[in-house]
């Protein structure tokens, strides 16, 4: 596939039900109603919806589609579809073709087989999807298929959101309400709305398909649950921002055609810090467009791989010792007339509403840290916070040198001053002055002031950014709305404003840490500062249920209780689900293949230390090396039998929390142990046995 920078232009949101098409397509008042939802300030008129849903069949047909689905994202963390097709018999035994305005609307998939986290009993199966306007509805091909997708949220009979998306455009809501009372209060007059946007930048692995396919951990797992250290990993720093290779550029090159066509702004990509390792970012967007958009991401890069014979691979950790996989999401709040809030301008110090929305995502991330920690706690990322280039499990916030001198100001009672960025001279004649950023980046914080967004960098590669962002959203929106309060009924705004930044800047001092994250004397000094630092997950899942949460998403209309109770059941569920999917197949492949190559290697040397013996030599080396062997494959078998009784141990327990602490403190240990022998044995046994690709190969050949 090829398109020439010409038609990119041409190329970009072709299979997009964008402003464009509609414009073009839709009777004028039709038009200005749906302009009107998309942009959240009137629901949807359904008495519309006919005309709607036939401008989208025809413009659909003429580009090839025969099939509609409503797209939704259950509590899977990724996407599901139920196709339909648009024929419609007629009396005379042939066929029109019809999509009307209800079926663009609403859909009814059954929803037993989705999880639930207990909010629908299996019988109770009726579910409802509802057209989400605000993200654009779009084509896509796969294969000889073509089906127009209707982003859609997903909700139970009873009205219990059973998706990502509902909380989050909730969310959304919560944040819009609780930012435009504050820049009111503040004295904006001119703006109605604020949206959060994101931008995700999202991690990657390419390996080669011949490779993968004969690892059944990378099949079931996502993951290498086996596998020796390669002799070279990334110490010599030479793959980040590397040339791309050729095969990769062409992938790439395939990746962001296949986006472009849906609208996806990709922008950016390069190489990552471990060898094999990628990324690209979009321009940002809306949160939930990005939302969305992300999905499709994570769908395409299969994909597309698949073409180059390459597998991408998603997980958080891929390959133990090397960098794993984030998803680093940039997020800013920004007002229907352009203002990004978190945009310093030239002058922090003197921007009113800028400070007082630094200083309320500030605290909300101090006062919700457990809760941000919560929201990437899964089985992979246990693997890569805190592990070779990624954040720790402390939630903590980079500012930079002059918000960091502008937030110590406002403790000591106002900020009087911003420090200046200055012009960088490189000393080279034809090079040209740089103007100088005011503050350095910091990759290692996990929470970072980039500029004039914050970047949570947490976030794990497999996640949909569903669930932090309407974690992010609404904590802010928590701390705004008391901000808010204040603000509404002082006397004084700019003085009650001044308290209630002196205070903020007081009290929220720990969180702020503009060191290198990545030292062990973090880890110690974070201790002291009482910052919490939760590396396990189920640990991180168990405090989802904390009463200052519940009363948070409670009152900003987020989850309910139940919703969230529901939410945090799946998310332990699935932690212990992952857990021994990787147990059973580290289980399967140590017997049915690490073991049997170990077996094969001791008869090799056995018979050649017979042979050689016989033939009147001594056979020591090939003696010691076999009683090497040997006793590995011993201590592997135990290790196999550990392994399978804590397993069959942990299918007699009940209780979700329990068996996910099970799996932690028992099964964990026994797959790491497992591992380290066959790690070992790995290190020692004839290449042409071993049965698996090793790291090398899988890292290094392209
Ligand atoms: P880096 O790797 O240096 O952190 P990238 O250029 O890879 O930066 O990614 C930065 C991301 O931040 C991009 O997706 C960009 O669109 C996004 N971004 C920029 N401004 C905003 C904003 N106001 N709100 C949300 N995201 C933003
Ligand atoms: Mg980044």
């Known amino acids: 596939m090829s398109s020439s920078s010409e038609s990119v232009p041409k190329v970009f949101g072709s299979n997009v039900f964008n402003d464009l098409v509609m414009r073009e397509r839709l009777p004028k008042d039709i038009y200005k109603s749906l302009k009107k939802a998309i942009e959240g300030n009137e629901p949807l008129d359904p008495a519309i919806a006919n005309v709607i849903a036939n401008a989208m069949k025809d413009w659909a047909i003429e580009k090839g589609a025969t099939h509609f689905c409503h797209w939704f994202q259950p509590m899977t963390g990724s996407t599901a579809e139920k196709h339909d097709s648009f024929i419609s018999p007629t009396p005379q035994g042939n066929t029109i073709m019809e999509f009307s305005g209800k079926e663009l609307y609403q859909g009814e998939p059954d929803a037993s087989s989705f999880p639930s986290g207990g909010l629908r009993a299996t019988f109770e199966a009726r579910g409802y999807t509802a057209w989400d306007c605000t993200s654009p509805v779009f084509i896509k091909e796969d294969g000889d298929n073509t089906t127009l997708y209707i982003p859609s949220a997903f909700c139970s009979y009873t009205g219990h959101a059973l998706d990502k998306k509902t909380p989050l455009l909730r969310s959304m809501d919560a944040l819009n309400k609780q930012a435009t009372r504050v820049i009111r209060a503040l004295g904006n007059t001119t ?321 702020i840490y503009n060191g290198d994250n990545y030292t062990e004397q973090w880890v110690e000094d974070a201790e002291k500062r009482g910052l919490p630092n939760i590396r396990s997950t189920v640990a991180s899942l168990e405090t989802i249920m904390d009463n200052e949460n519940v009363t948070a998403f409670n009152k900003h209309g987020v989850l309910t209780k139940e919703e969230l109770h529901a939410r945090a059941d799946i998310l332990l569920e699935t932690y212990s689900m992952s857990i021994n999917i990787e147990a059973m197949t580290m289980l399967n492949m140590a017997k049915r293949q690490i073991l049997p190559a170990c077996i094969r290697y001791s008869n090799i040397l056995a018979d050649a230390a017979n042979a050689v013996n016989s033939a009147g030599v001594e056979a020591s080396t090939q003696k010691e090396l076999l009683e090497n062997v040997c006793s590995l494959i011993t201590v592997m078998k135990d290790n196999i039998s550990t392994l399978e009784s804590e397993v069959s141990k942990g299918r007699k327990i009940t209780g979700t929390t329990e068996i996910a602490r099970f799996s932690r403190d028992k099964i964990v240990p026994a797959m790491q142990a497992l591992r380290k022998t066959a790690d070992e044995l790995e290190a020692i046994v004839d290449a042409e046995l071993w049965p698996i690709p090793t790291y090398a190969e899988m890292l290094f050949i392209r």
């Open 191 to 511: 703006s109605s709305r604020v949206t959060a946007t994101l931008g995700p930048e999202q991690e990657y692995f390419l390996v080669d398909k011949s490779f993968y396919e004969k690892r059944l951990d990378l099949v079931l797992a996502g993951r290498t649950l086996f596998g020796a250290p390669s002799p070279r990993g990334q110490e010599m720093e030479d793959h980040y921002f590397g040339a791309l290779h050729e095969r990769v550029a062409s992938f790439m090159h395939e990746l962001n055609v296949e986006l472009w066509k849906l609208g996806v702004s990709a922008k950016t990509q390069h190489n990552e810090v471990s060898p094999a390792q990628y990324e690209l970012a979009p321009v940002f967007a809306t949160v939930n467009v990005a939302t969305d958009h992300n999905q499709l991401v994570m769908e395409t890069l299969r994909k597309v791989a698949l073409r180059h014979h390459f597998v991408c691979l998603l997980h958080e950790k891929p390959f133990a010792g090397v960098n794993g996989s984030g998803k680093h999401n940039n997020w800013s709040m920004v007002t229907d007339d352009g203002i990004n809030l978190l945009d310093p301008g030239s002058t922090p110090h003197e921007n009113m509403i800028f400070l007082v929305m630094l200083c309320a995502v500030i605290k909300a991330v101090d006062k919700y840290a457990k809760l941000l920690r919560a929201s990437v706690a899964n089985s992979g990322n246990e693997h890569r916070l805190g592990a070779n280039e990624a954040p720790p499990a402390i939630v903590s916030i980079f500012l930079g040198d002059q918000l960091s001198d502008i937030f110590n100001q406002l403790a000591t009672g106002g900020a009087k001053s911003s420090k200046r960025g200055e012009e960088l001279k490189l000393g080279v004649s034809t090079l040209p002055p740089l103007p100088k950023d005011y503050t350095d980046r910091n990759r290692t914080s996990p929470f970072a002031f980039t500029g004039n967004k914050f970047e949570f960098r947490m976030v794990g590669s497999t996640q949909s950014t569903a669930g932090p962002m309407f974690v992010l959203n609404t904590i802010v929106a928590d701390i705004l709305c008391d901000i808010a309060d204040e603000l509404e009924k002082a006397e004084n705004v700019n003085v009650t404003a001044q308290n209630i930044l002196k205070q903020i800047a007081t009290e929220h001092k720990k969180v």
